[in-house]
């Protein structure tokens, strides 16, 4: 199995079949499991086996399915999943924190995350240093050898900033801080975030690994002695863990990852490159335009510009509205990586709560509009962005 590419991982890595001999992975709809003797519970209390489990809190054969079918896509010795990607991001940072640490992050992170790390973390003593994260003098200088983890996304919402993994690794690890990347945007198809030297993955299943907008998930990967001994403890008493519906759905969902991700990024290539330069914006944001100023660090790290890409109207809010308010095929929605194209506007939305001057900092403009392609004709797409901007 460790030959195979990620693309057959995705769709064999962790099966487990039971006595039926069954093709599709079952669901183990079951948070109890049965024990023979009194003296076999006793066991399973102590050390649990290979193919035991004893509650769903703590493990499921259809989670066990996912995880280990996502850990062998990322390279990862195990993994763990959880209820929602923000379960997965308290967990991984909570589970390793404690009062008197300090934690460097970038600047530019999901609203959730900076609740994690301004709101919880700081109530328990954890100080924080949020710095510029495309900008490595300020990791430098914020990186001390106090600091327990960095953490940021490596590329981020809804700007697009490219994060260098190996060379913020590399300030981390000098100062024997653990590295924690919420690889959303980067998706499992074009990361390779624990080589490049990430110590822990985060995902939020929600998002691509689903990609039919159907279910919460999430999952951390990383070493068996984080994942065991840091992280599971912690989850398990805490309660986040993955329905196995749910982890079925995912399962699932990372069978057709591959080739559902390669096209949404296609699709975005073509539409960021037809758009650049239209009249009616003043920026085309897209790592995989030569104009992105991380565009080669992004063709470095992933390969790929992504699904994902913003277009800021020229004309500001009003424009902006009127630009989503036009749309035919694209659906306002604050989803994202979902089958069908969705568009989002974060000054009102995903970002309405950060204070003005953190939105100025972060680029996040009254006619910023961040776009999520989907699985439909690129040419329909690229139709109904160039009409609705005519209306604008
Ligand atoms: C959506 C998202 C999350 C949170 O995931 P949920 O599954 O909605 O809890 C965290 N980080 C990033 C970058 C996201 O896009």
Not at 319 to 347: C, E, M, Q, W, Y
Request: aromatic share 8%; with cysteine.
């Amino acid at each position: 199995m460790t030959t195979w590419s990620k693309r057959t991982k995705q769709v064999h890595a962790g099966t487990r079949r039971s006595q039926y001999g069954e093709v599709a992975e079952a669901i183990f709809l079951t948070q109890g499991f049965v024990y023979d003797t009194a003296e076999q519970a006793e066991a399973r209390f102590v050390e649990l086996g290979e193919d035991e489990f004893i509650y769903a809190r703590y493990g499921n054969p259809t989670v066990r399915m996912f995880e280990e079918r996502i850990a062998a896509l990322e390279g990862a010795e195990d993994a763990f999943a959880t209820a929602s990607g923000m379960a997965a991001v308290n967990a991984a940072l909570t589970s390793m924190l404690k009062s008197g640490d300090h934690v460097v992050a970038a600047r530019a992170l999901f609203g959730s995350c900076l609740y994690i790390l301004e709101e919880v973390l700081a109530r328990f003593g954890v100080a924080l240093t949020l710095v510029d994260g495309t900008d490595l003098d300020q990791w430098k200088a914020a990186v001390t050898p106090g600091t327990k983890a960095v953490f940021f996304e490596s590329v981020s919402n809804p700007t697009l900033e490219v994060i260098d993994i190996r060379a913020v690794a590399e300030i981390a690890h000098a100062a024997g801080a653990l590295v924690i990347v919420d690889n959303v945007f980067a998706t499992p198809v074009f990361s390779d975030a624990l080589a490049q030297g990430a110590d822990v993955v985060v995902y939020s299943a929600t998002k691509h690994i689903d990609g039919q907008g159907r279910c919460l998930g999430g999952v951390v990967l990383g070493s068996a002695e984080y994942i065991r001994g840091t992280l599971e403890p912690y989850l398990k008493h805490t309660g986040g863990a993955l329905s196995p519906f749910n982890a079925w759905v995912m399962l699932k969902g990372l069978e057709t990852l591959d080739l559902r991700v390669r096209a949404q990024a296609e699709a975005a290539q073509a539409l960021a490159g037809a758009l650049e330069g239209h009249g009616k914006l003043s920026r085309v944001i897209y790592p995989g335009l030569a104009s992105h100023p991380q565009h080669g660090l992004a063709m470095a790290q992933m390969g790929s510009g992504g699904t994902m890409l913003s277009i800021e109207l020229a004309g500001g809010q009003p424009a902006a509205f009127r630009f989503l308010n036009a749309l035919k095929l694209f659906t306002i929605s604050n989803n994202l990586g979902d089958a069908k194209s969705l568009v989002t506007h974060p000054a009102t939305t995903t970002h309405q709560r950060l204070p003005e001057d953190q939105k100025v900092i972060l680029g996040i403009s009254p006619g910023l509009v961040r776009v999520s392609l989907g699985l439909e004709d690129p040419a329909d797409l690229l139709a109904d962005v160039t009409g609705a901007l005519a209306a604008v």
